[in-house]
DNA sequence: ATGAAAGCGCTAACAG
DNA sequence: CTGTTAGCGCTTTCAT
């Protein structure tokens, strides 16, 4: 016989349907007695309720869709175990989704998830497909995204996380400090925090855009084709650790001392490069914090939606961050 | 209104639910006219077909499961993201799960995706809970796992490449080299691949075991300490690059020099660990080629599942791996 | 080429 | 405490 179905333990438990139904989501008032038998029964032909058949009755699937860029990244991939195991907690499954940062990927996925009736989405894709998308039939949250989305986001202090870093710099002696980003826009708060910096010493700003499509090795070719070519360049600020790892092999092929003569900060601090790289001095976002946040957050919508459609309003929660300083950074006493 | 269902579709274009369906699934003859008037009611009422009532119909979930430790490890992560990229291809989705090692969570996990409908499951877990599940609905594959389980396997060569790492040590000149590992086990294929290039070269084994268990930090003590003491080690064979890190680190910090002191190398080579760490020798698994063969055998045997309910028997697929050199092993003229 | 009706596996009234 | 009756949203015979 194929999968068994809850009228054939009915029929083996010599009850009802319903009563069987009931036995397996624990409703109503049933004896011990029919509860001992269905369980026998249940036990005996092997049976694992449909979870479709059940989430079908409009019921909540208790699924939830996780798109990121790519779980291959430490960043999103330690965020995406922290959430889907939180969430797991709470009962439900997670259906992930890697959008390459390919904007019509991000479409597609969105598209599927609510085809697949999700209960809520937590994304940290970077187009703006999904913070521009019009009214969306589940609950989403968005994770480490620049402020004016339409949708409540979670995000560690960016601005303040640039800021102290490139102070961190600064007072440690730097006085030509590039920076290397992805890809430069207005709202890139790691950016602005590393401009105001900039200004308020009153030093030259320096920003190179890596480009986002560009593979690893373009980053690399890129950024050691720049130090090459500016040798008075006495820090990087980069914005995330594969940059700045980047720059530390630059300076380790062309013996130039770090931080004697090149300090090195990055940005992100996952476990992954921390326990990889020790030594990396790095603006640590509070990963774990953040996926507690958004799954929270996400929570809460969800069962708020239940009872009024209240969107949540694209408010924000910004959490602070901390600085590992490592050795690649000069240490003032 | 709420979400609109394909009845609503139908009554908008004064057709049947059925034709509906047709231009849905592209199934049977219409005309072309029918079809441009379903196609225009489906977007002006934003509708979107409800996946979950589309499978409850016994046809296919197109959905997969993938079981893994936890996708913060970029072995996992990068192996997710590469799944799940080709599955969507296919038209799959995925459901992750983070089994943190847990083997309880391991069986729940596997009764919820079995519950859910999934067309196949992907697991590269460790403990012994899934390969020794006795029937499955669903056809497994596993990933990296030692071989006598009762489903098909995809893995690279084990034993080769520990092989392989060994002897390039000895070649280098190393006469007293460590082996680091999670856990020592009889069917542990890199310690078997290690141990026979040790007894090849007649040389002393000394295995040294971290613990699954056990924290990143205990670990990199277990690692300090172990060095500390025995001094006369000349080099270190790890299990995987995080352990061969966490040896570097304490060559750094005792000034030992690497390679000429100490040789070190390690196992994986994800694109993570070398992008931050190139100079790290490690044994490269060809990650790509595990993921795609890993979805061909799923499918495949998802699609075989169609006609006959074969089981792809314990067969397995192993992979060559390759070396990468770096600069932590002597380069022998 | 299109429609009516039955049912996928389960749950939710409403009786009794 | 338990069973009967509908129906979730969609696909699928079988007619027409």
Tied chains: 1, 2.
Excluded at 30 to 50: C, F, G, L, W
Excluded at 78 to 88: H, K, T, V
Excluded at 294 to 312: P, Q
Aim: hydrophobic share 40%.
């Amino acid at each position: 016989m194929a999968q068994p179905k809850l009228h054939d333990v009915a029929r083996v438990a010599g009850v009802s349907p319903t009563t069987v139904s009931r036995v397996l989501n624990n409703r109503g008032y049933i004896s011990q007695q029919t509860r001992d038998k269905v369980y026998e029964a249940m036990a005996s032909i092997h049976y694992q309720p449909n979870a479709i058949a059940r989430s079908l009755q409009g019921a909540k699937a208790h699924l939830v869709g996780l798109i990121f860029p790519t779980v291959a990244n430490p960043f999103y991939g330690e965020l995406a175990s922290l959430i889907e195991s939180r969430l797991a907690d709470e009962g439900y499954k997670v259906v992930l989704c890697n959008s390459q940062d390919r904007p019509e990927a991000e479409q597609r996925y969105l598209d599927m998830l609510v085809s697949h009736q999700v209960d809520g989405i937590i994304t940290g894709a970077h187009s703006d497909v999904i913070a521009n998308s019009p009214y969306l039939a589940a609950p989403l949250v968005t994770i480490d995204r620049a402020e004016g989305g339409r949708y409540p986001n979670v995000r560690c202090d960016n601005l303040q996380g640039a800021f102290d870093a490139t102070r961190l710099l600064i007072a440690s002696g730097a006085r030509r400090i590039v920076h290397f980003t992805s890809t430069q826009s207005a709202n890139n708060l790691r950016q602005q925090g590393y401009l105001r910096a900039i200004e308020q010493a009153q030093l030259i700003p320096d920003i190179i855009e890596l480009g986002f499509a560009a593979s690893a090795e373009q980053h690399r070719t890129r950024v050691f084709t720049y130090l090459d070519r500016h040798r008075e360049v006495d820090a990087v600020f980069a914005s995330n650790d594969s940059y700045a790892a980047m720059a530390l092999q630059w300076a380790e092929q062309e013996r130039i001392c770090v931080p004697d003569s090149l300090q090195i900060i990055g940005f992100d601090g996952t476990t992954t490069v921390r326990g990889l790289l020790p030594h990396l001095a790095t603006v640590v976002q509070p990963i774990e914090d953040l996926a507690g946040a958004a799954v929270d957050r996400l929570l809460h919508l969800i069962n708020a939606s239940e009872t009024v459609t209240v969107n949540g309003e694209g408010s924000s929660e910004v959490l602070p961050i901390t600085i590992h300083r490592g050795t690649t950074v000069r240490s003032v006493s």
